[in-house]
């Protein structure tokens, strides 16, 4: 099991509270966040808001871990890895306000939860994260958190009504080890 806190020099990625829908309700509110993102891409109201974070706050941790990305106790955006293939494969999944956007805070945060899973979760062997091709910066942040660029699968995903391709970037255990290796 995943620890439910996650500490790095400027974040704690923690559980939601339902605290924090004024705060995640105010994230979402800009349309360049839901852009890469399935369903209508309009920003959602403060009800839809409440119902995402206590899908957050009553995830089954064995399937799928979400923590608040806070900076301060502010939440700042979401992580989310979910978990297929008896707990051997993972995908995350992350998103952070447009105004942090450029500042690391996202690949910080992706880091930590590749880290966090691969020490905690032994029969882990492989984490991916799916990206919208035109979401250049989650591709950075990706491979600034490990993850490298495997593929791009054609009309892949549907988004906002349109059929799109789908970028995988993964990172593999050993791959991960190797990262580890002090001596490297």
Same mark, same amino acid.
């Given at each position: ?18 605290? @924090? ?17 399935e369903g ?10 409440? *119902? ?7 995830? @089954? ?15 700042? &955006? ?14 995350? &999944? ?10 690391g805070i996202?690949?910080?945060?992706? &880091? ?10 032994? @029969? ?7 990206? *919208?091709?035109?979401?250049? &910066? ?26 799109? @391709? ?9 791959d991960w ?8």
């Amino acid at each position: 099991m995943l620890p439910e806190v996650i500490q790095t020099s400027r974040l704690a990625l923690r559980p939601f509270r339902f605290a @924090d829908v004024p705060e995640f309700f105010a994230c979402l509110q800009d349309p360049d966040m839901g852009q890469y993102l399935e369903g209508s891409g309009k920003p959602p109201t403060r009800e839809q808001t409440a *119902h995402i974070v206590a899908r957050h706050i009553l995830a @089954d941790r064995n399937e799928r871990c979400v923590w608040a990305i806070t900076i301060d106790d502010v939440v700042v &955006g979401a992580i989310t890895i979910s978990f297929a293939k008896e707990q051997r494969i993972a995908e995350i &999944g992350y998103s952070v306000k447009k105004p942090l956007w450029g500042q690391g805070i996202t690949s910080e945060a992706a &880091g930590a939860v590749v880290d966090a899973a691969f020490a905690h979760m032994p @029969d882990l062997q492989r984490i991916q994260a799916s990206i *919208h091709p035109g979401n250049a &910066g989650s591709i950075r942040a990706a491979a600034k958190a490990g993850l490298a660029y495997e593929a791009t699968l054609r009309a892949y995903s549907f988004v906002h009504g349109e059929v799109s @391709d789908e970028v995988i970037c993964a990172i593999v255990r050993s791959d991960w080890q190797q990262s580890q290796d002090p001596n490297r």
